[in-house]
């Protein structure tokens, strides 16, 4: 399996800027790091997904060191709505196909 | 809709009766997951297909669970003479990778089916 390690949770304030670190230090030379965002009653949302340096999109950026065993998701400027929980997973293939592990994920409350 | 459904939303039913939860993907999504979530854990695996057939089942707890996608869409997750520690949300998610070997990237998430045994 591949193992992920994050906080349990993680407070901020609105505006402010969250960066939620997760360890990964049995990651394989071609897996992924994807992260997700779950909100109560729903199901997963994907975030971002990056292999390795810095990759950007409209919600969130991920920073990947060059060796991998870490990463670090960070949401600028957060807000109420932001409240949730994280997950990051090593997407990784097995056999042909991607196998997703979902760890107990970083509750993230935002306060005013 | 657009989205993954999954119906029923909420079910409750007695230990030792038989369930069958559906799960309608995105329309020409071929991969298909079946997750299983329990209250303050993340989703566990439990099965994925590529198209009609089941590529990994090896997160199946026991063999009271099944699932199937005769017709690679729609698929139903079975599980027979339900216990208590069957309860949990179960969740099914997309994805449009069209080979197994792909990448499947995002996967879509469909709402869940919380299964409640009494």
């Known amino acids: 399996l591949a193992k992920t390690t994050q906080p349990i949770s993680m407070d901020s304030y609105e505006g402010q800027e969250v960066n939620i670190t997760c360890s990964h230090n049995n990651i394989a030379t071609n897996d992924y790091i994807t992260w997700y965002q779950q909100f109560p009653s729903q199901g997963p949302r994907f975030i971002i997904q990056g292999y390795k340096t810095k990759v950007t999109n409209e919600v969130a950026s991920l920073f990947i060191p060059a060796d991998r065993k870490s990463s670090t998701l960070s949401l600028p400027r957060v807000s109420l709505s932001d409240t949730a929980v994280y997950y990051c997973?090593?997407?990784?293939?097995?056999?042909?196909?991607?196998?997703?592990?979902f760890g107990k994920g970083t509750m993230l409350l935002v306060s005013p | 809709g657009a989205g993954v459904s999954q119906t029923p939303s909420n079910k409750v039913t007695e230990k030792g009766k038989y369930v069958e939860l559906r799960c309608d993907p995105i329309?020409?999504?071929?991969?298909l997951y079946w997750y299983r979530q329990s209250l303050g854990q993340g989703p566990e695996f439990l099965i994925y297909f590529q198209g009609t057939g089941a590529a990994d089942d090896s997160g199946l707890p026991n063999d009271r669970f099944f699932a199937v996608r005769p017709e690679g869409s729609v698929s139903t997750l079975k599980i027979q003479r339900t216990e208590r520690g069957d309860s949990a949300v179960y969740l099914c998610a997309s994805s449009p990778a069209k080979v197994a070997g792909e990448r499947p990237g995002e996967l879509f998430f469909g709402e869940g089916s919380r299964l409640t045994v009494l």
């Open positions: 997973l090593v997407d990784r293939m097995n056999s042909g196909y991607s196998t997703l592990t």
């Open positions: 329309s020409g999504h071929t991969a």
